[in-house]
């Protein structure tokens, strides 16, 4: 078997200067930073929140494979210390399933946008759901297509501006969580860049959970959607997260009147179903029996 | 969210990494008890430490990781 190198770090990286101990740099490949993301951008808060909520589970690197689509968000794995793939648009989930299969023992973790998970890569996310693969999938959604300067995604508000929306948005938004838990997936949460101590948690527990696990992370795109739609930066962003995001727990005494312009965050759901890479070696082991007694039907 | 709880009247050391902070402004408007300010250019600064309650929200929310609190 070939060994994969990783790339090593190069450069400086500014925090000699300071006198700081760098947090995380052991996970990324400093070489690359500062990253492309815009000020501002919730991205890196999101890679921040994985990549601490990885730390606090002592898993190691060399047996943690990334795997991104395209997007902005999609850069994410230029940033990290693993092995990575990098892979096509709306494409990562079906790269991912194929590493999962190949070497089960892998942690494999998906990270892309609501553009690559849930437009293109919509069946790839819903198949990947029903067949509970032990792959965990961070949604990173602004809103829109922040790469492509702004066309509108399949999670945009009704009525949100986009390049491709100059009247406002007539379509209703899949709820990519209740998508997801629908189609089989048995982990399933969301949270905010806002709330980046609870989101922190909340993709700690979708990574130790056997199955297929969906984080969605809102995150926030101040140079395309923020920016069109009233909401003028990065922290005006946030406190709009902050405004509309309401705990899965305090929702249940909420009267649901005061509820209609809320988003749900927290642990949503939550159960137990057989894995897909069980079931293929389980039903592999029995053929493979069947053959050394001589009755395997052709 | 968990509590803001001081930690025994110690306050952390606050290091900025210039080469990698954009100046999002994220630290200085969300810091809970406004420890950070900005320069004529829109670089956070360290203006009052002896506030600061060690939340770690700076740290968390910085989106480009250039933020680190210090201390035991
Ligand atoms: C097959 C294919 N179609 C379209 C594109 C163009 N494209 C690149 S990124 C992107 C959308 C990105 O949106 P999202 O996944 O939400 O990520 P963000 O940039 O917002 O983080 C599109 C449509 C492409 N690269 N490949
Ligand atoms: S365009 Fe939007 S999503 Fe892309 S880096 Fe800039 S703020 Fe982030
Ligand atoms: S930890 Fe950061 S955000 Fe919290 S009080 Fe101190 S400086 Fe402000």
């Given at each position: 078997?070939?060994?994969?190198?990783?790339?090593?770090?190069?450069?400086?990286?500014?925090?000699?200067?300071?006198?700081?101990?760098?947090g995380?740099?052991?996970?990324?490949?400093?070489g690359?930073?500062?990253?492309?993301?815009c000020?501002?951008?919730?991205?890196?808060?999101?890679?921040?929140?994985?990549?601490?909520?990885?730390?606090?589970?002592?898993?190691?690197?060399?047996?943690?494979?990334?795997?991104?689509?395209?997007?902005?968000?999609?850069?994410?794995?230029?940033?990290?210390?693993?092995?990575?793939?990098?892979?096509?648009?709306?494409?990562?989930?079906?790269?991912?399933?194929?590493?999962?299969?190949?070497n089960?023992?892998?942690?494999?973790?998906?990270?892309?946008?609501?553009?690559?998970?849930?437009?293109?890569?919509?069946?790839?996310?819903?198949?990947?759901?029903?067949?509970?693969?032990?792959?965990?999938?961070?949604?990173?959604?602004?809103?829109?297509?922040?790469?492509?300067?702004?066309?509108f995604?399949?999670?945009?508000?009704?009525?949100?501006?986009?390049?491709?929306?100059?009247?406002?948005?007539?379509d209703?938004?899949?709820?990519?969580?209740?998508?997801?838990?629908?189609?089989?997936?048995?982990?399933?949460?969301?949270?905010?860049?806002?709330?980046?101590?609870?989101?922190?948690?909340?993709?700690?527990?979708?990574?130790?959970?056997?199955?297929?696990?969906?984080?969605?992370?809102?995150?926030?795109?101040?140079?395309?959607?923020?920016?069109r739609?009233?909401?003028?930066?990065?922290?005006?962003?946030?406190?709009?997260?902050?405004?509309?995001?309401?705990?899965?727990?305090?929702?249940?005494?909420?009267?649901?009147?005061?509820?209609?312009?809320?988003?749900?965050?927290?642990?949503?759901?939550?159960?137990?179903?057989?894995?897909?890479?069980?079931?293929?070696?389980?039903?592999?082991?029995?053929?493979?029996?069947?053959?050394?007694?001589?009755?395997?039907?052709? | 969210?968990?509590?803001?709880?001081?930690?025994?009247?110690?306050?952390?050391?606050?290091?900025?990494?210039?080469?990698?902070?954009?100046?999002?402004?994220?630290?200085?408007e969300?810091?809970?008890?406004?420890?950070?300010?900005?320069?004529?250019?829109?670089?956070?600064?360290?203006?009052?430490?002896?506030?600061?309650?060690?939340?770690?929200l700076?740290e968390?929310?910085?989106?480009?990781l250039?933020?680190?609190?210090?201390?035991?």
């Amino acid at each position: 078997m070939p060994t994969l190198t990783r790339q090593v770090s190069r450069g400086e990286t500014g925090w000699e200067e300071t006198g700081g101990k760098p947090g995380l740099l052991g996970y990324l490949r400093t070489g690359m930073m500062p990253h492309l993301w815009c000020p501002g951008c919730g991205h890196g808060i999101i890679m921040g929140a994985f990549l601490r909520a990885f730390d606090r589970l002592g898993w190691d690197q060399d047996e943690t494979i990334i795997v991104s689509g395209i997007g902005c968000s999609s850069r994410v794995t230029g940033y990290l210390d693993f092995d990575t793939l990098h892979t096509t648009h709306g494409r990562a989930l079906a790269f991912a399933t194929g590493v999962k299969l190949a070497n089960p023992k892998l942690n494999v973790i998906v990270l892309a946008g609501d553009g690559d998970l849930a437009a293109i890569g919509g069946n790839h996310l819903i198949h990947a759901a029903r067949r509970n693969i032990n792959i965990t999938t961070i949604c990173f959604n602004n809103n829109i297509y922040g790469m492509t300067s702004g066309q509108f995604s399949p999670v945009s508000p009704t009525g949100s501006w986009a390049t491709t929306t100059p009247y406002g948005s007539i379509d209703r938004p899949f709820d990519l969580c209740e998508l997801v838990r629908a189609a089989g997936g048995t982990y399933v949460a969301r949270g905010t860049a806002y709330h980046v101590r609870s989101l922190t948690g909340l993709i700690e527990k979708a990574l130790k959970h056997k199955g297929f696990s969906f984080v969605e992370a809102l995150s926030q795109c101040p140079t395309y959607f923020g920016r069109r739609n009233q909401l003028h930066n990065a922290v005006d962003m946030l406190l709009w997260q902050k405004e509309h995001a309401v705990n899965v727990r305090a929702a249940t005494r909420m009267d649901p009147e005061d509820l209609r312009d809320k988003i749900l965050i927290g642990e949503l759901y939550r159960s137990e179903a057989p894995e897909y890479t069980e079931e293929y070696a389980r039903i592999r082991e029995q053929v493979r029996q069947k053959a050394r007694e001589g009755d395997l039907v052709q | 969210m968990a509590q803001v709880k001081k930690k025994q009247g110690k306050v952390p050391g606050i290091f900025i990494n210039r080469r990698w902070c954009k100046r999002c402004g994220i630290c200085v408007e969300l810091c809970p008890k406004k420890v950070f300010t900005t320069d004529t250019l829109g670089n956070p600064v360290v203006k009052r430490p002896e506030s600061c309650v060690w939340c770690e929200l700076c740290e968390l929310r910085c989106p480009d990781l250039a933020l680190k609190l210090e201390g035991e």
